[in-house]
C-alpha cells in the first residue's frame, strides 16, 4: 500500500501526464473533465494567494530524535521521530533521496535536495508548475515564509485533483548556494485537516546551513 500510494502522489507532484479528461467546447474553449461529472475552464485565472511572513519560528520538535543526512549535501538534515514514521531511500521517485510513511496514518513525505542554488522564491514556483502540469486545477491555498530552526524557508499549501483523487499537499522549501531543498508531505484532501499537526511536525525537523 504504501509504494501504491506513493507512486500515485509521485506522478501528481514531479511527473507530467494527463490528469483529467481535456476537451474543448462547440466554442472552442478547452475544458478539464473530472470523473464525478464535473468541469472547469482549462484558461481559467489562477487565483493569486499572496505571500506573506508567518513571525512564528518553527522549531525541531524535542521527539524528532533520528537523523536523516543527505549524502548530496552534508549540511542538509531531516530529523524524524521513528516511532511515528518510517523511511526507504528514494525508490519510486528518481530525484528523492528519502520516501516516508507514517506508521499509523495514511500520511507520506518525500524529501528532495538538488545540488544546484536555485533563488527561494524561483524555485517555489517551479514546484508549483511541475505540480500543476500533473493536476491542471492545482491551487495554492496558503504560502508564508518561515524560520525553520534558523532557515528561511517558504511553506504552500497545495490542493489539486488527478485520477479522480483529491489530494492536498504541504512543503517547506530551501535554498542556499549548495543545494535546493523540497521537503514535501501529502494526503487526500479529506485527510489533510486531521492529519495536519503531524504534517507540520515532520516538516519541522528540516535542518541545514543557513
Known sequence: MFKSILSVMCLLVFTEVNAQ???VTENGEEVILYDNGTWKYLSEPVKII???????????PGNATFQLKSKKIPDISFWVDTKKWRFVKGELNADAEFELKHKEHDLYAMIIVEK?????ESLKDIAYQNARSAAPDLEIIRQEYRTVNGMKTIFMHMVGTMNGIRFAYYGHYFSNPQAAVQFI???SQN???EYAKEAEEILAGMEGKK
Open 50 to 60: 499572496p505571500l506573506e511572513t508567518n513571525p512564528n519560528p518553527v522549531t525541531r
Open 191 to 193: 485527510l489533510m485537516k
Open 185 to 187: 508531505t501529502f494526503t
Open 21 to 23: 479528461k481535456k476537451a
Open 116 to 120: 544546484m542554488e536555485i533563488p527561494l
